[in-house]
C-alpha cells in the first residue's frame, strides 16, 4: 500500500531503513528477472530495463532529484548488480539453454500504420493521455516566475532539443515509421514528467511502466530477431509484453482521471464521456467481430461448434501439393476413423511414423503425434529447430530425411534400418502419405508384411497402419 507521504510499504520491508531494504530489494529484482529469462526469454530484457529505469529514478529521488556524476555512478552500480543477480541466480539454466535467436537486426520491411496502432492500442493511450495531461497540469501549477527564469540559460538548448525531436519525427515518417509521432511525444512527455521533483514513487513507476510499454511498440518498428518469419514472433512476443504492461497503467490511469475529468467544465466532460464510450464500444466489439472472422478461415464451415479437437475432421479438406508437383485434395475423414482406432486399440507408447510436411501452417502434418500422443519420429522442422537449439541443425535435418527415405525408398533392407534407428512401432500410410511419396516406396510396406516385417493392422478407407513386428530383429 502507499503511506501518507507517497512512499510504497511493502510488508517484507516494515521496519527497515531505506539503505538495509535495498540489498533484500536487489535481490528480489534480480531473482524476478531471473525468473522472467526462465520462464519466457523475451521478458527479460524488457524487465532489465524496467528494472534499470527503477534504479535510476530511485538514486535520482536519493540525490535530490539532482544529475551529478556520483548519482550516475551509483545508478551503474546498482544496475550491475541486479543484472549480476540475475545471472548469478540462474546460473545452471543459462549454461545450458539454447535458443533459436541469438541476434536482432534493423527491420526493413513494411511498418504498422497509425490506424492499426490505434486500433490495437487506442483504449490505452486514451486513458495515458489523460493521465499526463493531468500529471503535467499538475507540474505547471509548480510553475513560477522566478523558476522559469532560471530555464534562461538553457533556452538555446532546449529550442535545439525542439529542433531535433521534430527533425527525427519527421525523418522517422519518411522511412515509414508512422506510429513515431504518437509514441515519441507521449513517451518524451512520460520521460520528462518522471523527472519531476518531489514525485511520489507510484506516481513514478505508473510513468516508468508507460515509457517501458511505448518504447517496446516503437522498438519492434525498428529491430526484429534474427531469423524470425517476417516479424512475427518479435511482433507477439513484445506486444505481449505491452499488453501486460498497459494493462497495469491502464487500470491506474482510469481510476484516477475519473474524478479529476469530473472536475473539468460540462463540455470537456462531454467530450472526453463520449470518446470514452465510443472506445469502450470499439473495444468490445472485437470478440465479436474476431470470433466471427475465424470462424470463415476454420478448414470446414460445416464442422460442429464443440469443444473436440477432432470434431472437424470428417468435415474438413483441404488442397497439398504431391511428390509430382501436382495439385492433391487430402480429405481428412479417413484419419479421423482411422485415428479413433488407434486411440481405442493401441496401447503404450510406440513411435509413430508419419509424413513429414513443408506446409506447416495449412496442412495436417503430425496428425497422428497431435490426436495419439504417441511420440514421431519428427514434428514441424522450425519448432523442432527452435526447441532443441542447443544441438547443431543438422540432427533434425537428417531427421527429415530419414523420414522421407523410409516412405521413399523401394528398398526393403533400407527401411528396416530406419525403422531399427527410431524404434518405430507403427506406420501410418494415409492420404498425406500417399500424395507425398512415390507409390513405388509406399508399396514395399506390403512387400514387408508378407514376408512377416510388419502387420497390417488396419485397412479402412484408403488408409493402412503397419505394425512393426519384431524390432529386436532389426537390431534395434
Do not use: C
Not at 52 to 72: E, H, N
Amino acid at each position: 500500500r502507499r503511506e501518507s507521504n507517497g512512499r510504497l510499504w511493502i510488508p517484507a520491508f516494515a521496519g527497515m531503513t531505506h539503505g538495509a531494504a535495498l540489498p533484500l530489494q536487489l535481490l528480489m529484482g534480480g531473482l524476478t528477472i531471473g525468473v522472467l529469462r526462465a520462464t519466457n526469454i523475451a521478458d527479460s530484457p524488457t524487465f532489465s530495463v524496467i528494472g534499470a529505469l527503477a534504479m535510476l529514478f530511485y538514486v535520482y529521488q536519493k540525490y535530490g532529484s539532482r544529475w551529478s556524476l556520483p548519482m550516475v555512478g551509483e545508478w551503474g552500480l546498482l544496475t550491475a548488480v541486479l543484472l549480476l543477480l540475475a545471472q548469478l541466480l540462474f546460473a545452471p539454466f543459462i549454461e545450458n539453454y539454447g535458443f533459436a535467436y541469438g541476434s536482432i537486426g534493423l527491420w526493413e520491411g513494411s511498418k504498422t500504420y497509425l490506424f492499426n496502432y490505434l486500433t490495437i492500442y487506442g483504449l490505452f493511450l486514451f486513458f495515458i493521455a489523460t493521465h499526463l495531461a493531468r500529471e503535467f497540469r499538475a507540474w505547471t501549477r509548480t510553475w513560477t516566475s522566478e523558476g522559469l527564469q532560471k530555464l534562461r540559460p538553457v533556452a538555446v538548448p532546449l529550442l535545439i532539443s525542439l529542433f531535433l525531436y521534430v527533425l527525427i519525427i519527421f525523418i522517422l515518417m519518411l522511412r515509414g515509421y508512422w506510429v513515431a509521432p504518437v509514441v515519441l511525444t507521449l513517451l518524451g512527455i512520460a520521460g520528462l514528467l518522471g523527472l519531476r521533483r518531489d514525485l511520489s514513487p507510484a506516481r513514478r513507476i505508473v510513468l516508468i511502466l508507460i515509457s517501458a510499454a511505448l518504447g517496446l511498440t516503437l522498438f519492434v518498428e525498428i529491430f526484429v530477431t534474427a531469423g524470425d518469419i517476417g516479424r512475427m514472433n518479435t511482433v507477439f512476443k513484445i506486444y505481449m509484453q505491452v499488453w501486460l504492461l498497459l494493462s497495469v497503467v491502464g487500470g491506474v490511469t482510469a481510476v484516477s482521471a475519473w474524478p479529476s475529468v469530473q472536475k473539468r467544465s460540462q463540455t470537456t466532460r462531454r467530450v472526453w464521456k463520449t470518446a470514452l464510450a465510443v472506445l469502450v464500444a470499439a473495444a468490445v466489439l472485437y470478440p465479436i467481430l474476431a470470433t466471427k472472422a475465424k470462424w470463415d478461415i476454420r478448414m470446414a464451415q460445416d464442422a460442429p461448434h464443440t469443444l473436440d479437437g477432432m470434431a472437424f475432421l470428417p468435415y474438413a479438406e483441404y488442397g497439398d501439393t504431391a511428390f509430382d508437383g501436382s495439385s492433391r485434395t487430402i480429405q481428412l475423414a479417413s484419419d479421423y476413423e482411422a485415428l479413433r482406432w488407434m486411440q481405442q486399440n493401441i496401447e503404450g507408447s510406440p513411435v509413430i511414423a508419419e509424413a513429414h510436411s513443408g506446409n506447416p501452417y495449412r496442412s495436417v502434418g503430425n496428425r497422428v503425434a497431435m490426436y495419439t500422443g504417441n511420440p514421431a519420429i519428427i514434428g514441424w522442422d522450425w519448432h523442432t529447430r527452435q526447441h532443441k537449439a542447443v544441438i547443431p541443425g543438422q540432427f533434425i535435418t537428417n531427421r527429415i530425411n530419414d523420414v522421407n527415405t523410409l516412405y521413399n525408398t523401394a528398398d526393403v533392407v533400407e527401411a528396416e534400418r530406419l525403422l531399427a534407428k527410431y524404434g518405430v512401432g507403427y506406420i501410418y500410410v494415409g492420404q498425406l502419405e500417399q500424395a507425398y511419396y512415390h507409390p513405388e516406396g509406399l508399396g514395399k510396406f506390403s512387400q514387408m508384411a508378407a514376408s512377416g516385417l510388419l502387420q497390417m493392422v488396419y485397412s479402412q478407407n484408403g488408409v493402412s497402419i503397419y505394425k512393426v513386428i519384431d524390432t529386436q530383429s532389426l537390431g534395434y
